[in-house]
């Protein structure tokens, strides 16, 4: 298994941050207190997360008084991988990172934000950020530190997704319309920034979906492979078994081989689809199933770990939503009278993974639009402009089709196809483009 990444709180400033200063200048004295990379002060409680071959703890950046969270290679990873070994993986995840775009070279290169980017392409909201990492002096790359171990320096977030589904039914505060399309939205956008980039996350679960302040956020981005890769090939240990797909299901009961499977996007898509069934259950939605061939398998030798399981799964025989979403009662009303949401989590749990969802589509799905803000919707139409559109090809009609699906008006849509063309010779920002379409004395609050 995995260590689980945490998470962060933005920095302290002003008077506020003199004193994170100060306590962290009274900590760092303190006899108890380790300094990793020079900056970041371990924390003396418990790990935050543990793993097979990692540990994750708390620290205090003293320059700043941000928490964050230090992740480092246990005793048996050193044992059983070996040093070389270890400096290979720690070079590959600070790469994936720099790729994806939330490494910390990427920040200190990107500078002040640019007006054209927009949420849905700015990956530092969707996908954990990488801070910091230890590396060699000379040429700045990932290397071992001083104390001959190799760290990663990772922002700090409140708690994961199974925790907070977790609280919220022990509480009986059953999770609404509203946050089922928030939590959606960013797992449909983390995903699609990750295959923009030809990456699989190939593990997504809610222990892998954390909570930053009030942003949802993907983790464990190390474990990331690229798609189709024939050289980082498929094994049981890149996945959980509880949100395989019937692919994958296939590959663990030797049906399909390494050779034959290879990463792809749909894996994700189905993951996807178990976790907002998990959501509406507040619970793993199909624990139960599973559980019922764990224990029935006590009584055979199964040669294949979980094999009743996987075969299950891999049964080409649909799955049935409305058996598996029995309660809470809140939950199956929402299900039985939101058809989009039916619709959505069908399309994603399709046994036949060419007709899944992509993440794209997901993000463009009806169901999830419906829940962003009004400057979302804004931008969600102008980035399927800027894809779509080729100047001279794309009437008013069908643009009218188009941006309809978004609930925008056809003067916004007009809009947005004469302001395309501009964009992207950068003639225009965001910001003027919403200066256009809403004037102040029009705009809405909400916008």
Not at 64 to 83: C, H, M, P, S, W
Not at 251 to 272: K, N, T, V
Not at 312 to 330: F, G, Q, R
């Given at each position: 298994s995995r260590a689980r990444p945490p998470y962060n709180h933005p920095p302290q400033r002003g008077r506020a941050?003199?004193?994170?200063?100060?306590?962290?200048?009274?900590?760092?004295?303190?006899?108890?207190?380790?300094?990793?990379?020079?900056?970041?002060?371990?924390?003396?409680?418990?790990?935050?997360?543990?793993?097979?071959?990692?540990?994750?703890?708390?620290?205090?950046?003293k320059l700043?008084?941000?928490?964050?969270?230090?992740?480092?290679?246990?005793?048996?990873?050193?044992?059983?991988?070996?040093?070389e070994a270890l400096a290979a993986r720690l070079d590959r995840e600070v790469r994936t990172f720099e790729r994806l775009g939330v490494g910390p070279e990427a920040s200190?290169?990107?500078?002040?934000?640019?007006p054209r980017r927009f949420r849905k392409a700015n990956p530092r909201q969707w996908l954990v950020n990488l801070l910091d990492f230890s590396r060699d002096s000379k040429t700045g790359r990932p290397a071992k530190a001083e104390d001959g171990k190799y760290y990663t320096v990772l922002e700090l977030a409140d708690e994961s997704l199974g925790s907070w589904l977790q609280r919220r039914l022990t509480a009986k505060e059953f999770v609404g319309l509203e946050e089922l399309q928030e939590i959606g939205n960013a797992v449909a956008r983390g995903l699609v920034w990750l295959h923009r980039n030809r990456l699989c996350h190939l593990d997504l679960k809610p222990e892998n979906i954390m909570r930053f302040g009030s942003t949802w956020k993907l983790i464990d981005l190390e474990g990331c492979l690229e798609c189709g890769n024939e050289d980082a090939p498929l094994s049981c240990n890149n996945f959980t078994p509880l949100y395989a797909s019937p692919e994958l299901a296939q590959?663990?009961?030797?049906?399909?081989?390494?050779?034959?499977?290879?990463?792809?996007?749909?894996?994700?898509?189905?993951?996807?689809g178990v976790v907002l069934l998990d959501v509406l259950v507040h619970a793993s939605a199909l624990q139960e199933t599973k559980a019922g061939f764990d224990s029935a398998s006590l009584f055979d030798e199964d040669t294949v770990p979980f094999e009743g399981w996987y075969r299950?799964?891999?049964?080409?025989?649909?799955?049935?939503?409305?058996?598996?979403?029995?309660?809470?009662?809140?939950s199956l009303e929402l299900l039985q009278g939101a058809p989009q949401l039916r619709d959505l989590l069908g399309r994603l749990l399709d046994k036949d993974s060419s007709k899944r969802l992509t993440a794209p589509q997901l993000a463009g799905h009806p169901f999830l639009v419906a829940g962003l803000s009004g400057r979302q919707r804004v931008e969600e139409a102008f980035d399927r402009a800027k894809r779509c559109h080729v100047p001279g090809t794309l009437t008013r009609k069908q643009a009218a089709a188009l941006f309809g699906r978004l609930g925008l008006r056809s003067f916004e849509a007009d809009a947005l196809l004469r302001a395309c063309g501009a964009l992207q010779k950068g003639h225009v920002s965001f910001e003027e483009l919403v200066d256009f379409l809403y004037p102040e004395d029009q705009r809405s609050e909400s916008l």
């Open positions: 941050r003199a004193m994170a200063e100060a306590d962290g200048r009274d900590a760092e004295n303190s006899p108890a207190a380790t300094l990793v990379l020079g900056r970041y002060i371990l924390s003396d409680g418990p790990p935050l997360g543990t793993g097979g071959w990692c540990i994750v703890q708390k620290a205090e950046d700043t008084g941000q928490k964050v969270a230090v992740k480092t290679y246990n005793d048996q990873a050193i044992r059983e991988l070996g040093d200190a290169a990107s500078g002040r934000p640019d590959f663990a009961l030797g049906e399909l081989d390494e050779r034959s499977l290879r990463p792809e996007y749909s894996m994700d898509m189905w993951a996807a299950w799964l891999a049964d080409p025989t649909p799955l049935s939503i409305s058996e598996i979403i029995s309660e809470p009662p809140s």
